[in-house]
């Protein structure tokens, strides 16, 4: 299907042992493809999943690493 957009698989809350929340965005296949900041609470964290899920779909890439590819 051309131009489908394939849903990564779920975002996972946890606590991080601080008293605050972290999130990580998990493949279909159970690969982590990000990790979350520490939040002070539950709420702030579904909020920053919910700032991903806005700007990322069509974000760019900004390679600043000065490297070459691979």
């Known amino acids: 299907m051309?131009?489908?957009?394939v849903m990564a698989g779920r975002f996972v809350i946890s606590?991080?042992?601080?008293?605050g929340y972290r999130?990580?965005?998990v493949a279909?296949?159970?690969?982590?493809?990000?990790?979350?900041?520490?939040?002070?609470?539950?709420?702030a964290c579904v909020n920053g999943i919910e700032t991903v899920r806005r700007n990322a779909p069509e974000a760019a890439i900004d390679d600043q690493s000065g490297g070459g590819a691979g």
Do not use: C, H, M, Y
């Not at 606590?15 to 008293?19: A, Q």
């Not at 296949?29 to 709420?43: C, I, M, R, Y």
């Open 28 to 43: 279909n296949n159970g690969q982590t493809l990000a990790v979350g900041e520490g939040f002070p609470s539950k709420v």
């Open 2 to 5: 051309a131009g489908a957009v």
């Open 15 to 19: 606590e991080d042992g601080r008293g």
């Open 23 to 25: 999130f990580t965005l």
